[in-house]
């Protein structure tokens, strides 16, 4: 488990949708021209980390698209599954709606000692 340092102003979010900001406001923030100032061993570094957190973000998207599809969350909006409803409401083009289900679904197969994603504090 990662600790999070509070003093640099860190700190453990609330609730999802705060995870959800605080995560969009990190990206934001790197692509900004304020990240334009890291000389090129740091951009090296962002680089690393930011492969790290990729790999976080596709588990948590997995994880929560089998919990989305799970308790039928399609439904409420009017959708038979969650192909169709990545497709409408989150934008994505076909393949990349069908590619995530899929990715989803060859996870919940898999035996638990093959679902870990890495990892890294």
Known sequence: MCAVDDAAGGGVPASAAEAL???????????????????????????????????????????????????NGHDAD?????????????GLTRKAARSQVRQMRRWVSAPPWRRRWPTRC
């Open 21 to 71: 900001r605080m995560a969009a406001a990190s990206l934001d923030y790197l692509s900004s021209l304020a990240a334009g100032d890291l000389d090129g061993p740091g951009c090296g570094a962002a680089l690393v980390e930011l492969s790290q957190v990729q790999a976080k973000l596709a588990g948590a998207r997995v994880r929560l698209l089998r919990r989305f599809d799970a308790v």
């Open 78 to 90: 009017g959708y038979g599954s969650a192909t169709p409803w990545l497709i409408a409401k989150a």
